[in-house]
């Protein structure tokens, strides 16, 4: 990989705890925050991060599955991307 850094979007219905835990999968995988917008339109909750990892180890396989299953618990779709995949995806 050329990057250790990715796209994280979250959408879904608002409820308490959304936050928290994906924040809490992230850790456990040891992602950090880069960048973070978060917005609630009526009672859509919409987040989107830019998030890094430094270990070359990096599953972002299993990372994927985590966030996914976390977002199943909480109600919500999470997307996790590549920042490469990202930007060829959203590039015109």
Do not use: P, W, Y
Not at 55 to 82: I, P, W, Y
């Amino acid at each position: 990989m050329s990057s250790s850094r990715f796209i994280i979007t979250v959408i879904g219905i608002d409820r308490v705890g959304i936050v928290a835990g994906i924040t809490a999968v992230m850790a456990r995988h040891n992602v950090n925050i880069v960048d973070i917008s978060q917005t609630i339109m009526q009672d859509l909750f919409t987040m989107i991060m830019l998030a890094e990892v430094k270990d070359k180890t990096f599953d972002l396989s299993a990372f994927q599955h985590s966030m996914t299953e976390e977002g199943k618990r909480l109600g919500v779709e999470v997307k996790v991307q590549h920042e490469d995949a990202f930007a060829c995806m959203h590039r015109i």
